[in-house]
Nanobody, 119 residues
Framework: QVQLVESGGGLVQPGGSLRLSCAASGSIFRIEGMGWYRQAPGKQRELVAT???????NYADSVKGRFTISRDNAKNTVYLQMNSLKPEDTAVYYCNAGGLGRSGLFGSWGQGTQVTVSS
């Protein structure tokens, strides 16, 4: 069983910054892809950014140039630096990770962290 725990959400004014963290724990042999997704009220969950074990990244068009995803493989942790935040970035942000654990392949989600951008 692999658990993901997010932190770093909160309330921020438009134009502000937040940094989200997500730490994976459990019987992990190797984590391949890690990523961040978000879900706003009344909308479907959408991809924000992903990063491979080798460091290749992918971003949603809506966050390119403002958000940066990174990871620390030694700590099994992924980060999302969010700058120039807009009200439309308001959502619950979820961490996702996939890889190989003691029980075989896994794909896990965190519990989510609320990000609210408002003046």
């Amino acid at each position: 069983q692999v658990q993901l725990v997010e932190s770093g959400g909160g309330l921020v004014q438009p134009g502000g910054s937040l940094r989200l963290s997500c730490a994976a724990s459990g019987s992990i042999f190797r984590i391949e892809g890690m990523g961040w997704y978000r879900q706003a009220p009344g909308k479907q969950r959408e991809l924000v950014a992903t990063i491979t074990s080798g460091g290749s990244t992918n971003y949603a068009d809506s966050v390119k140039g403002r958000f940066t995803i990174s990871r620390d493989n030694a700590k099994n942790t992924v980060y999302l630096q969010m700058n120039s935040l807009k009200p439309e970035d308001t959502a619950v942000y979820y961490c996702n990770a996939g890889g190989l654990g003691r029980s075989g392949l896994f794909g896990s989600w965190g519990q989510g962290t609320q990000v609210t951008v408002s003046s």
